[in-house]
């Protein structure tokens, strides 16, 4: 075998082996493939599966779902949103393009609620309607409990008085002598003045009377409250605000309940009230000096019939809160379970004089 011949068997055997190996590598190439291939189907799989789920959820969402392309049309959106644009539709609304809020429609209540996209925007589409029927439900039934409770209460606050008179009724139809039939007469009267006491205050809590306005200072205020109370004049004093004024009627009904309870809960109790304006705010601060307000009733102290009195109404703070709140005012217990009882007072000034600008500009 000559040189040439050598040459030649040795680049065939090369080739040979370039050929075997291109071919381990083919088939490891295809095996790979094949490896990606099968990857590919189990995550397309996958995909569908979690297209699917999405699909089922966005479907049985409460909530309306929009997607709006770039140029503003719709690219997709759920059944819900398919029922509440339907609807809108048929009352001449289009809900996709609504700005955020409730929309009200025949009937409905829809709350619209845009979320941005990097090519879009996702329009949430929420049905308040039945919702609002079942608050407006639930508004009607706390009524209800409330108008139950607040009859109980007064069935409550005129048997006792009645179970009295009809006592002493019986006592008085039965007895002889002009000064037990006197004395029984006196009790009668009494607890009718109590009932009747009872039903002033219900009608009061029930219609505050605004028919008329009458102003006076704050100082005048305080002595007719003082006076209508019982509580003696050198036992209340004025602190500040003096000269701002504002309806006599209406915070004098408010001061009197605030002061007889302060006496009725200490007979020798004594009273400071300061007055300042300020914003187009008349606020009064009434500080007694008796035993103050349990901390166990600071919650419930302006509800009708709590009281810690023995013949208390409890209608007297629920009172004040109603007339105030007919002024566009409120009260406020400052100091609940302390020595002392002080109380906030705060309304809308009814007479904005030159007193009353004075005292803004220095407040």
Same mark, same amino acid.
């Given at each position: ?110 709350? &619209? ?75 009668? &009267? ?65 001061? &009197? ?107």
């Amino acid at each position: 075998m000559n040189l040439e011949q050598e040459r030649l068997h040795a680049g065939f055997a090369q080739f040979v082996a370039a050929a075997r190996e291109l071919e381990r590598g083919y088939a490891e190439l295809k095996a790979r493939a094949a490896a990606v291939d099968l990857e590919l189907q189990q995550a397309n799989r996958a995909l569908q599966q979690s297209l699917a789920e999405r699909e089922a959820v966005f479907a049985a969402l409460p909530i309306g779902l929009v997607v709006l392309r770039a140029d503003g049309g719709v690219q997709s959106r759920n059944p819900e949103a398919e029922r509440l644009c339907a609807l809108a539709a048929a009352a001449a609304q289009e809900l996709v393009h609504q700005a955020e809020g409730e929309v009200a429609f025949g009937g409905s209540l829809v709350r &619209v609620r845009r979320v941005a996209l990097p090519e879009g925007a996702l329009v949430l589409l929420e049905d308040r309607s039945q919702v609002q029927r079942l608050e407006q439900q639930v508004h009607r039934l706390d009524r209800l409990a409330g108008l139950s409770e607040l009859a109980l209460g007064i069935a409550h606050e005129i048997k006792n008085p009645l179970n009295g008179v009809m006592g002493f009724a019986a006592l008085l139809s039965r007895s002889q002598e002009p000064a037990a039939m006197r004395r029984f007469a006196d009790k009668v &009267v009494q607890g009718v003045q109590q009932v009747d006491d009872i039903v002033k205050a219900m009608l009061g809590f029930a219609r505050p009377q605004r028919d008329r306005v009458r102003g006076a200072t704050v100082g005048e205020i305080v002595a007719e409250a003082a006076q209508g109370a019982g509580v003696p004049a050198v036992r209340v004093r004025v602190l500040a605000g003096r000269e701002l004024r504002h309806d006599a009627d209406a915070l004098t009904r408010v001061l &009197v309940n605030l002061f007889r309870n302060a006496v009725e809960a200490a007979p020798a109790a004594r009273l400071e009230v300061s007055a300042t304006a300020n914003a187009g705010r008349l606020e009064l601060l009434v500080q007694d000096d008796g035993p103050g307000v349990p901390a166990e009733l600071a919650d419930r102290a302006f509800e009708p019939f709590v009281s810690t009195k023995e013949r208390g109404t409890g209608l007297g703070l629920p009172l004040c809160m109603r007339v105030l709140a007919c002024l566009g005012g409120d009260l406020q217990l400052l100091n609940p379970g302390e020595t002392g009882a002080r109380f906030r007072v705060r309304l809308p000034l009814a007479f904005p004089t030159e007193t009353v600008r004075a005292a803004e500009a220095v407040a």
